[in-house]
């Protein structure tokens, strides 16, 4: 991925992550809300929204049970105030304060049902039960959600029953305002949130400064949550930046303080967890907190909170890295036993859940558990292991609406560097996308694709990477989102060239081009250049440098008009790409061809680029000029996917390399016919990528197709019999663009016809992979935007074609041979082949040698008997040929030799099948007539071998439909996949001596 994509693609996401820390941070805390129901919290519910309402509403808050008659002369209206709630039918959910000295009443719930009626009533009891001050307001805390329209509705009420102001807190309100960085202490104190949510500062290095200097001057001793906090945060600060890690035995000697048994188990934990954590990452030891662990890990049975389960899972995941790597004085053992309690009360806590969002959260523990590795057994992560219980957990989460959906989102995109190629993750990322759509818009699920992206681009799997960006294009394709459509389609594009993928590269680049042209926003429009540059840079790549320079000059058209270059960008630009490219071809062809070398420099100065390039192109002529000509040829076949200047000449061919096919497509080299081929060509390269990872079944082959147009015809695709390859002619009708739509499923259905020529599988199963790829959109993968043709020409005239004198042209050099080269992420699918084992391989060998003797069992006799032939047995065992290969070869030409002598002329085909069938399964007999030796002949024998593959592949499971098979292509196939020439069994020796 080249750096300007990656930068764009980040650049796209920087909005949304610095975003979404605090919103996750407010649904993490929803999500918690939520729980206390299921819980029975009341009274941690009553504690939260009372210590909010200090912080937020007024200081002098005292609960309504509170020991008023040891308040003192805090205000006698107050106390009387207070004392007489406390007598009142809801003491227990109400507390009050003042404004301005007049009373406020504050009142909660965590009633999810009839929240409406429950406000009205303890409003009722509230002002049934008089003061001696007037109640100023009610405030109104419930951990349910309210519509605005219900909360209205009570407003007025109380207003006008009783003349009071009332105000209604709901879950979301509540959430958002304990988001904030100095009140979120209360959120860890009373819903146990996990340890690594939690709001950052905006200018945290400022705050980090004050924090230091605030707790090194500050003699008390921490006594609180918010205390705990606020050390909790400078903590992580100094463990994760290198300027303060020498902080670290500052704050962990103030963390550890909250691990007296004078705080509440959960504070202690969380300290213990803070403190391993920092030590471990900022220090690079754990020795000294083996038994603070040991008592964190002892108590994980008698845990009732699920959260609190949440944080055991990382910590114990360090503790295996610090004992593999002697950091602690702990044993495998210990880890083991940890291990072990901690997925037992997992799965007692997913049994007893009381509600599908605690569930939810129990498996997305359980499958976080499944990437922890065994000390003394390292093996890879178990990714399958991991997807099963988190597609479970998917599933479930559809009913749990607060579930903190985003927030796990996150965690795959992280988790995805370990995950591989699994099949599953597919399934999970689409289920988990449409979830997210449901809930916060397609945006927010293109956002997440992006995110999968860009991990997939920073680990090198461009496939996996364009999945992702096909899914985010469709998602941002609205008109308030097309810059992150428009950024996937470059990003696409760019990650096709990569794959030597150019012609659905530049379909991508033109698409994002046009679509860009259309809108109305400047900024949208800066994009023109980047794509056409992009499309250009695709020709560059596959060789065909003449379009490359039609392309580069509508993108150096659209960079003077719409791009506002950054003079300090430190990033390769769309122009001084296009400069580096035209040098580099120039000095190229200075040595390769003196006629495309001045065609070169006349555009130079055409387009008044002579001052421009004069520095980079004599750097180039010093690079290129001082090369012979093998040299150079060599250096090309390194750098392009295709032959310089393959775009010339009378008809035109290109060549390219997927899914261990060597594909030539060729066609008259006009303006007519090049974006129809063109369009072919980028249609089967984005459906072999997106296919990639199916297996197919595929012959490794070479495939030649020749595009036409035909005004009277349809779209046709039609083989042409061949035993070496294959080969196609596909028509495409003329001026058909008003059907663009039928078109499409024509190309796609040719392609398929094509594809399934070369594939092995049974038609029943291959037409389910193709089903199943039009169900994953693969459609909407290759067509995009408008017809290419309309792409293609909407950018590059007729008579800039034309200018060029391409089909009048000879290609430089083409008498040189240009190496096609194949990237590794689309080799062929090697390996074994579908339904193979080494058992069925050993169960077919003994069917052969039991029953391929039976019609020939006095003609192997006769054979071995004649010196010649006996000969050729030895020729034929050198070459690798085993035993069952020579038996079938011999049986199935003995077979055709005494089928032919019963054939009569009028014969159906049934019967002479039938006959064949018969012939095969007779017992040979010593009077049967004798079969001439003559029969049995070296190249009569290859022949019957290579025939006789066809029934292999039949009873492999497998069906070839290819009238004219491709011998080489199954050949191969069964030699690399089902061991054709390597798997036997012990036997008599049918030719001894």
């Known amino acids: 991925m080249s750096k300007t994509n990656m930068n764009l693609l980040q650049l796209d996401s920087t909005k949304a992550t610095r975003m979404a820390n605090k919103a996750q941070v407010a649904s993490q805390i929803r999500f918690q809300l939520e729980q206390l129901s299921s819980k029975n919290a009341h009274h941690d519910f009553e504690h939260l929204c009372r210590y909010l309402a200090r912080a937020r509403i007024c200081s002098n808050v005292i609960p309504s049970t509170g020991p008023v008659s040891a308040g003192g002369d805090q205000g006698k209206d107050f106390e009387t105030f207070v004392t007489y709630l406390r007598s009142s039918p809801i003491s227990d959910s109400t507390f009050v304060g003042r404004i301005l000295q007049e009373p406020i009443v504050f009142a909660c719930s965590i009633q999810k049902e009839a929240i409406s009626s429950k406000i009205k009533s303890d409003v009722d009891k509230i002002m049934q039960h008089g003061t001696k001050a007037p109640v100023k307001a009610i405030y109104f805390f419930s951990a349910s959600d309210i519509p605005i329209r219900n909360r209205e509705e009570s407003k007025s009420w109380a207003q006008e029953v009783h003349s009071v102001d009332l105000e209604i807190l709901d879950g979301q309100a509540i959430s958002e305002l304990l988001a904030e960085r100095d009140v979120f202490w209360i959120a860890a104190q009373y819903l146990s949130m996990p340890t690594e949510i939690y709001p950052r500062a905006e200018q945290e290095d400022d705050w980090y400064i004050q924090t230091l200097k605030h707790w090194r001057t500050d003699e008390r001793v921490q006594q609180n949550y918010a205390d705990f906090f606020e050390i909790k945060s400078a903590t992580r600060h100094a463990t994760s930046n290198k300027n303060v890690k020498q902080d670290l035995p500052f704050w962990i000697r103030l963390l550890k303080h909250f691990t007296h048994e004078d705080f509440p188990l959960i504070l202690r934990r969380s300290a213990i967890y803070e403190i391993a954590v920092a030590s471990l990452r900022g220090l690079g030891t754990l020795i000294g907190q083996e038994e603070d662990l040991r008592t964190y890990f002892a108590s994980v049975p008698s845990l009732e909170n699920s959260t609190e389960l949440e944080d055991v899972a990382p910590l114990?995941?360090?503790?295996?890295?610090?004992?593999?790597?002697?950091?602690?004085?702990?044993?495998?053992?210990?880890?083991?036993?940890?291990?072990?309690?901690?997925?037992?009360?997992?799965?007692?806590?997913?049994?007893?859940?009381?509600?599908?969002?605690?569930k939810c959260l129990l498996l997305e523990i359980r499958g976080y558990l499944a990437f922890q590795i065994d000390p003394e057994n390292p093996q890879p992560p178990n990714a399958a292991d991991a997807i099963r219980w988190w597609t479970q957990m998917i599933e479930i989460a559809k009913d749990a609406p607060l579930f903190p959906l985003e927030r796990f989102t996150d965690r795959l995109t992280f988790y995805t560097r370990f995950i591989g190629n699994c099949p599953e993750y597919d399934y999970l990322t689409q289920q988990m996308d449409l979830l997210l759509s449901q809930r916060y818009g397609d945006f927010k699920a293109a956002e997440k694709c992006r995110d999968r992206a860009m991990t997939f681009l920073k680990l090198g799997k461009p496939l996996e990477a364009i999945n992702q960006l096909h899914k985010a294009k469709i998602k941002w394709f609205a008109?308030?989102?097309?810059?992150?459509?428009?950024?996937?389609?470059?990003?696409?594009?760019?990650?096709?060239?990569?794959?030597?993928?150019?012609?659905?590269?530049?379909?991508?680049?033109?698409?994002?081009?046009?679509?860009?042209?259309?809108?109305?926003?400047?900024?949208?429009?800066?994009?023109?250049?980047?794509?056409?540059v992009l499309a250009a840079q695709s020709d560059y790549a596959q060789g065909s440098w003449c379009g490359y320079v039609e392309l580069a000059e509508s993108?150096?058209?659209?960079?003077?008009?719409?791009?506002?270059?950054?003079?300090?960008?430190?990033?390769?630009?769309?122009?001084?790409?296009?400069?580096?490219?035209?040098?580099?071809?120039?000095?190229?062809?200075?040595?390769?061809?003196?006629?495309?070398?001045?065609?070169?420099?006349e555009k130079i100065k055409k387009w008044n680029l002579v001052d421009w390039l004069d520095e980079i192109l004599q750097k180039a002529y010093t690079e290129w000029k001082k090369l012979e000509v093998p040299k150079i040829w060599n250096r090309l076949e390194e750098q392009l996917w295709g032959r310089p200047f393959g775009d010339l000449d009378k008809v035109r061919t290109s060549t390219w390399s997927e899914l261990g096919i060597?594909?030539?497509?060729?066609?008259?080299?006009?303006?007519?016919?090049?974006?129809?081929?063109?369009?072919?060509?980028?249609?089967?390269?984005?459906?072999?990528?997106?296919?990639?990872?199916?297996?197919?079944?595929?012959?490794?082959?070479?495939?030649?197709?020749?595009?036409?147009?035909?005004k009277n015809s349809d779209f046709q695709t039609k083989a042409t019999p061949s035993n070496k390859g294959r080969k196609w002619e596909v028509v495409f009708p003329a001026g058909r663009l008003n059907d663009w739509q039928d078109l499409q499923i024509k190309i796609l259905a040719g392609t398929f016809s094509i594809l399934a020529e070369v594939s092995l599988l049974p038609i029943a199963k291959f037409n389910e992979k193709m089903e199943d790829?039009?169900?994953?959109?693969?459609?909407?993968?290759?067509?995009?935007?408008?017809?290419?043709?309309?792409?293609?020409?909407?950018?590059?005239?007729?008579?800039?074609?034309?200018?060029?004198?391409?089909?009048?042209?000879?290609?430089?050099?083409?008498?040189?041979?240009?190496?096609?080269?194949?990237?590794?992420?689309?080799?062929?699918?090697?390996?074994?082949?579908?339904?193979?084992?080494?058992?069925?391989?050993?169960?077919?060998?003994?069917?052969?040698?039991s029953n391929v003797s039976i019609p020939i069992q006095y003609t192997l006799k006769n054979l071995r008997d004649h010196a010649e032939f006996r000969t050729i047995i030895k020729k034929l065992r050198q070459d690798g040929w085993l035993d069952w290969h020579i038996l079938t070869s011999i049986n199935n030409l003995a077979v055709s030799y005494r089928a032919r002598q019963l054939l009569k002329p009028d014969i159906s085909p049934k019967d002479e099948k039938d006959l064949y069938v018969r012939v095969m399964s007779e017992p040979e007999r010593d009077d049967s007539a004798p079969i001439p030796v003559t029969e049995f002949s070296e190249e009569d024998l290859r022949m019957a071998l290579r025939v006789s593959m066809i029934s292999t592949i039949r009873v492999l499971g497998l069906e070839s439909r290819q009238r004219t098979p491709d011998f080489d292509g199954i050949e191969h196939f069964l030699r690399n996949r089902y061991n054709y020439w390597t798997d036997d069994i012990n036997h008599e020796d049918p030719f001894p001596g």
């Open 662 to 710: 060597t594909w030539k497509v060729s066609w008259e080299n006009n303006y007519e016919t090049t974006p129809i081929a063109e369009q072919l060509i980028a249609a089967l390269q984005i459906l072999l990528a997106d296919m990639s990872k199916v297996d197919l079944c595929l012959l490794k082959t070479d495939i030649e197709i020749h595009v036409s147009i035909d």
């Open 555 to 601: 993108g150096l058209k659209a960079y003077s008009i719409f791009s506002n270059p950054d003079p300090e960008a430190s990033e390769i630009d769309e122009f001084q790409q296009t400069l580096f490219n035209i040098a580099t071809m120039t000095a190229v062809t200075s040595v390769l061809d003196d006629e495309m070398h001045s065609f070169l420099e």
């Open 316 to 358: 114990l995941n360090y503790c295996v890295g610090a004992v593999s790597r002697n950091q602690v004085q702990l044993t495998f053992d210990e880890i083991k036993a940890w291990r072990n309690n901690l997925i037992q009360k997992i799965m007692q806590s997913i049994e007893q859940s009381r509600t599908p969002g605690q």
């Open 773 to 849: 790829s039009f169900r994953n959109g693969t459609s909407m993968k290759v067509f995009v935007a408008k017809p290419y043709e309309v792409l293609y020409q909407g950018f590059v005239t007729k008579e800039m074609f034309n200018s060029a004198s391409k089909s009048e042209r000879k290609i430089p050099q083409e008498h040189l041979q240009f190496d096609i080269r194949e990237n590794e992420a689309l080799s062929w699918v090697n390996g074994p082949g579908l339904g193979y084992s080494k058992e069925k391989a050993v169960e077919l060998l003994k069917n052969r040698y």
């Open 479 to 532: 008109e308030e989102a097309i810059r992150g459509s428009l950024i996937s389609m470059l990003v696409i594009s760019q990650s096709y060239q990569e794959l030597g993928l150019n012609f659905a590269a530049k379909c991508y680049a033109l698409a994002a081009a046009s679509i860009a042209l259309q809108m109305p926003n400047p900024e949208i429009k800066s994009i023109v250049s980047k794509a056409l």
